[in-house]
T-cell receptor, first 114, second 117 residues
Framework: AQSVTQPDIHITVSEGASLELRCNYS??????LFWYVQSPGQGLQLLLK??????LVQGIKGFEAEFKRSQSSFNLRKPSVHWSDAAEYFC????????????FGKGTRLSVIA | GAVVSQHPSRVICKSGTSVKIECRSL??????MFWYRQFPKKSLMLMAT?????????EQGVEKDKFLINHASLTLSTLTVTSAHPEDSSFYIC?????????????FGPGTRLTVL
């Protein structure tokens, strides 16, 4: 069965510091991979996605993620974090046949300190 | 990216009444939409899969007679919480699947905060 693991429940970084959020997946075939961000009281906004091709994917708000098949990982990175990046981040795997929805990780909460 | 709207964003109702939440895909057609519920500081819990022109598929433990789902068109799905009770108070989020030759992505609405008094 498909699964997504986000090992870090909560991460705190200083404003201006770099960020890496970890995501590991379990799926037999080549996955479609996604990162979403959720601010308090809001829905989920798509940051970026990987379907195929270049394994380094650029997204919105200065985020990028790298697909590493050998490690079954799809880590999210940002070189310099802004206070407005404080939110909950969800990694997901999808692209399944039929009506099967995305499988989400449990999320990583990002706090940004001055 | 594609846009999914959800209405209302916030609703307060009395116990025993019914509440309807609308989910619309604004710039794409979605044969499949999903309804989620989210508890504070928790991940999304899938409630049901809504298919245009057919009955919804409910997850285990979700009462289909309480959470009525209708997907009457390729851009609209509705969730009706019938005879709402305080324990139904939650954050409900819909998602529409944009599926094509070169894409397969779920886009999410902004959510509806339901408070049942």
């Amino acid at each position: 069965a498909q699964s997504v693991t986000q090992p870090d429940i909560h991460i705190t970084v200083s404003e201006g510091a770099s960020l890496e959020l970890r995501c590991n997946y379990s799926y037999g075939a080549t996955p479609y991979l996604f990162w979403y961000v959720q601010s308090p009281g809001q829905g989920l906004q798509l940051l970026l996605k990987y379907f195929s091709g270049d394994t380094l994917v650029q997204g919105i708000k200065g985020f990028e993620a790298e697909f590493k098949r050998s490690q079954s990982s799809f880590n999210l990175r940002k070189p310099s974090v802004h206070w407005s990046d404080a939110a909950e981040y969800f990694c997901a795997v999808g692209g399944f046949s039929g009506n099967t929805p995305l499988v989400f990780g449990k999320g990583t909460r990002l706090s940004v300190i001055a | 990216g594609a846009v999914v709207s959800q209405h209302p964003s916030r609703v307060i109702c009395k116990s025993g009444t019914s509440v309807k939440i609308e989910c619309r895909s604004l710039d794409f057609q979605a044969t499949t939409m999903f309804w989620y519920r989210q508890f504070p500081k928790k991940s999304l819990m899938l409630m049901a899969t809504s298919n245009e022109g057919s009955k919804a598929t409910y997850e285990q433990g979700v009462e289909k007679d309480k959470f009525l789902i209708n997907h009457a068109s390729l851009t609209l799905s509705t969730l009706t919480v019938t005879s709402a009770h305080p324990e139904d108070s939650s954050f409900y989020i819909c998602s529409a699947r944009d599926r094509g030759e070169s894409t397969d992505t779920q886009y999410f609405g902004p959510g509806t905060r339901l408070t049942v008094l």
